[in-house]
């Protein structure tokens, strides 16, 4: 069942960005001739109205890649907000499926969405600057050789960040879900007590991870300098394996706990009315 959950997310987010991702695409490649064109010829051969014209369409560019970023995040509050507490809240919760399994759909279209969004603004930079085929194909192997001068770490490292970010990005899709939620509990203005959810539970996190973290370096203080260089002789990718692994373990720990009481909150205290 939450394979046709998926499919029905999926063609709403297909309707959405029908048209956005081509355009951003479209723009990056006009900018490639008009944009990329004045870097090559100095910007004095084509005059002053194509220079306006190249700024203007440089701009369009960007307004698009902004719109793209918004209308992605808007999407996620909306896939959300509308599908499981709004109209078609009525419909999904009746359907005969477990209600984490429509929190992981909308999770999952919605860190699709954003994935896809990042990916075609990256490969529309790379379509406007104009880097030489010979270069990019360059690019690869020289990238790989110098990851592999490294050893395992070279490697290790990239993935650990991406994994990061992943983490990261499922964290902020549940800290927004489990704001609505909680707004929605309300009778009245459930939108305005959704955004203040939503900075409670910031500060709260933001509140409990400092604490944490100054508490733990003043009761061990100078046992954690001596336990981590001297002992273990920790060195510079030690450092960062440790550090990325913990903020890792963190933003898990916290996307776990919005998880739990999104789900709580749908499965027990839903108040579609």
Same mark, same amino acid.
């Given at each position: 069942?939450?394979?046709?959950?998926?499919?029905?997310? *999926? !063609?709403?987010? #297909?309707? @959405?960005?029908a048209?956005?991702w081509? =355009?951003? /695409?479209? +723009?990056? $490649?006009?900018?490639?001739?008009?944009?990329?064109?004045?870097?090559?010829?100095?910007?004095?051969?084509?005059?002053?109205?194509g220079?306006?014209?190249?700024?203007?369409?440089?701009?369009?560019?960007?307004?698009?890649?902004?719109?793209?970023?918004?209308?992605?995040l808007?999407?996620?509050?909306?896939?959300?907000?509308?599908?499981?507490?709004?109209?078609?809240?009525?419909?999904?919760?009746?359907?005969?499926?477990?209600?984490?399994?429509?929190?992981v759909?909308?999770?999952?279209c919605?860190?699709?969405?954003?994935?896809?969004?990042?990916?075609?603004?990256?490969l529309?930079?790379l379509?406007?600057?104009?880097?030489?085929?010979?270069?990019?194909?360059?690019?690869?192997?020289?990238? *790989? !050789?110098?990851? #592999?001068? @490294?050893?395992?770490?070279?490697f290790? =490292?990239? /993935?650990? +960040?991406? $994994?990061l970010?992943?983490?990261?990005?499922?964290?902020?899709?549940?800290?927004?879900?489990?704001a609505?939620?909680i707004?929605?509990?309300f009778g009245?203005?459930?939108?305005?007590?959704?955004?203040?959810?939503?900075?409670?539970?910031?500060?709260?996190?933001?509140?409990?991870?400092?604490?944490?973290?100054?508490?733990?370096?003043?009761?061990?203080?100078?046992?954690?300098?001596?336990?981590?260089?001297?002992?273990?002789?920790?060195?510079?990718?030690?450092?960062?394996?440790?550090?990325?692994?913990?903020?890792?373990?963190?933003?898990?720990?916290?996307?776990?706990?919005?998880?739990?009481f999104?789900?709580?909150?749908?499965?027990?205290?839903?108040?579609?009315?």
């Open positions: 069942m939450l394979g046709k959950l998926l499919k029905y997310d *999926f !063609r709403s987010m #297909g309707k @959405q960005f048209f956005v081509p =355009a951003v /695409l479209v +723009l990056a $490649l006009v900018n490639r001739f008009t944009f990329g064109g004045l870097f090559r010829e100095g910007g004095a051969d084509i005059g002053l109205p220079q306006l014209a190249t700024g203007l369409t440089f701009l369009v560019y960007w307004a698009v890649i902004l719109a793209t970023m918004v209308l992605t808007v999407f996620i509050i909306q896939r959300f907000f509308k599908g499981l507490l709004g109209d078609e809240g009525y419909l999904m919760h009746t359907l005969p499926v477990k209600t984490w399994q429509l929190i759909s909308k999770l999952i919605g860190m699709t969405a954003c994935i896809i969004s990042v990916l075609v603004a990256l529309s930079v379509i406007i600057i104009p880097v030489p085929t010979a270069d990019l194909l360059d690019f690869w192997p020289e990238l *790989f !050789r110098a990851l #592999g001068s @490294q050893g395992v770490n070279g290790l =490292a990239p /993935l650990e +960040l991406l $994994l970010i992943l983490v990261s990005l499922v964290q902020c899709c549940l800290h927004l879900y489990l609505m939620a707004g929605h509990l009245k203005n459930r939108i305005v007590m959704s955004v203040v959810a939503f900075l409670a539970i910031n500060f709260v996190v933001s509140f409990l991870f400092s604490s944490a973290f100054f508490s733990f370096v003043s009761l061990l203080g100078e046992q954690v300098t001596e336990l981590v260089y001297d002992r273990m002789e920790m060195s510079v990718w030690g450092v960062w394996h440790s550090a990325v692994g913990l903020m890792i373990l963190g933003s898990a720990a916290a996307a776990a706990v919005y998880f739990f999104t789900e709580r909150i749908l499965r027990r205290r839903l108040n579609l009315e």
